[in-house]
């Protein structure tokens, strides 16, 4: 069995711990700063890259050249194409930001979903964006980025965050695209067998409203188009009878890859006893 390793660092990427000496409004203003960059690029805004970028820049991720002036032809040259070819553009997507920052340097940190139509059919790729940046002259400018393609393990471990802010939402529709048809469930509360349909419904009802959630001890094995993933979802929010909860489960998830796209197979969860 193939043994996909790494996956517990993407967890502590994607933690809420690992903010405390960026202060909110700063990790806001460099979201928006990542995600201007990304318009500009879409928007062929030759004179906003030219700001963002810092003269001394550097691309170390895999396939990219690696100073400013290739960067910025190289994003052009997509804009171009793209404009001459707009059937063909992908469309690119930002969440899961993490970001590290002091009041001169920054780190930046996030998934990058890139999808398109290829002969009528629908392609997507999955990338983790790094960006490091420094202020200098009083404005944010990126000087390094160091992303990658993510493996099987690594889209997963996004796959359960995403799971767990579906459910945060209320997200019904997320749970339609991402469980198998033949799910099966394990309640760590009742040890309740439960499918698809069920779960759906559950969630509807807003019986049980998840408002606080934290993975860790994340693992992925992956063998073929099956997966298992292992960890522990600290949970809080609110029962049937209005009673506040504050659980921590061991959980053991399983994925199939169906036409490409991973889906939740089963689920079987173990609430952790505190001593």
């Not at 806001?28 to 003269?55: C, F, H, P, Q, V």
């Not at 522990?232 to 796209?261: C, P, S």
Request: charged share 30%.
């Amino acid at each position: 069995m193939k043994r996909l390793l790494a996956v517990t660092i993407v967890g502590l990427l994607l933690s809420g711990l690992a903010h405390a000496e960026c202060p909110d409004a700063d990790r806001k203003a460099l979201e928006a700063l990542d995600r201007s960059w990304a318009e500009a690029g879409r928007t062929g805004n030759r004179a906003m890259l030219d700001k963002i970028y810092a003269d001394d820049f550097q691309d170390l991720a895999p396939g990219n050249r690696a100073d400013r002036a290739a960067a910025i032809a190289d994003t052009m040259e997509t804009y171009e194409y793209d404009r001459a070819h707009p059937q063909d553009a992908a469309k690119n997507s930002y969440d899961h930001y993490v970001i590290h920052c002091t009041p001169d340097t920054a780190t930046i940190t996030h998934r990058l979903v890139i999808s398109g139509m290829d002969s009528g059919k629908p392609w997507s790729q999955q990338r983790r964006s790094v960006h490091m940046l420094e202020k200098r002259g009083g404005a944010w400018q990126v000087v390094g980025n160091a992303g990658h393609p993510l493996d099987d393990a690594g889209e997963l471990v996004y796959l359960e965050h995403d799971w767990n802010n579906a459910d945060m939402r209320g997200d019904a529709a997320w749970f339609e695209r991402n469980y198998a048809g033949d799910f099966s469930g394990v309640s760590s509360r009742t040890g309740k067998m439960s499918g698809k349909a069920e779960d759906i419904a559950d969630l509807k009802a807003g019986k049980y409203k998840m408002t606080w959630a934290q993975l860790s001890d994340l693992d992925a094995r992956v063998e073929g188009d099956a997966a298992v993933v292992t960890g522990i979802n600290h949970v809080r929010g609110t029962d049937d009878k209005g009673q506040a909860f504050d659980r921590r489960v061991r959980f053991t998830d399983t994925f199939i890859k169906r036409d490409g796209e991973w889906r939740v197979w089963a689920s079987q969860g173990t609430q952790i006893q505190d001593k």
